[in-house]
């Protein structure tokens, strides 16, 4: 099961009660790949909670017993077909505090090699690359709209300036 839902009784400021449905979700991985033509390796699938088509950063659950990097490195091969040589921890966010425990790990992934896709539902994910310079466009036009896709590249962004 990929998450839970736990509803908390909380006390309001007043000394009244209410509730709080709680979704348990386990922490993840997100990645900004860079490749070495100074491209972003985005994916593009079918979401059917929102019932479109996204492009967003690769992203995926940690599993039991992993740590943040291998899961980084299984989720970039499941969904890109490439293994990072190199990895560096950019920070991390919750995805949405207001009712979901989840935590997003993001790493920036580079000295990428091509490795075999490595998933069984790949068919449904399109690999996009798209050049550093047009990612801010693409958030700005709304092309790029998820939450940890938007988190991440900017955070890669700021990280890249900072750096020059």
């Known amino acids: ?11 309001t400021p007043d ?35 929102v019932e479109k088509e996204l492009l967003e950063i690769p992203a995926g659950g940690i599993e039991p017993g992993e740590d943040a990097p291998a899961a980084v490195r299984r989720e970039l091969q499941e969904e890109a077909g490439y293994l990072p040589k190199k990895l560096e921890r950019l920070g991390g966010f919750y995805s949405s505090p207001g009712f979901c425990t989840e935590y997003l790990h993001l790493y920036l992934a580079s ?5 075999r896709l490595n998933a069984e539902d790949t068919e449904e994910i399109r690999l996009v690359r798209v050049p550093v310079s047009k990612i801010h466009g693409l958030i700005t036009s709304g092309r790029i709209c998820d939450a940890k896709s938007i988190a991440g590249l900017f955070t890669f962004l700021d990280y890249r300036q900072r750096r020059a």
């Open 1 to 11: 099961m990929v998450v839970k839902l736990r509803i908390d009784t909380v006390r």
């Open 111 to 115: 000295d990428l090699v091509p490795s």
């Open 15 to 49: 000394g009244g009660e209410t509730t709080r449905e709680i979704v348990v979700h386990s922490d993840c991985v997100a990645i900004v790949a860079v490749d070495a033509e100074d491209n972003v390796l985005l994916v593009k699938q079918f979401r059917k909670a």
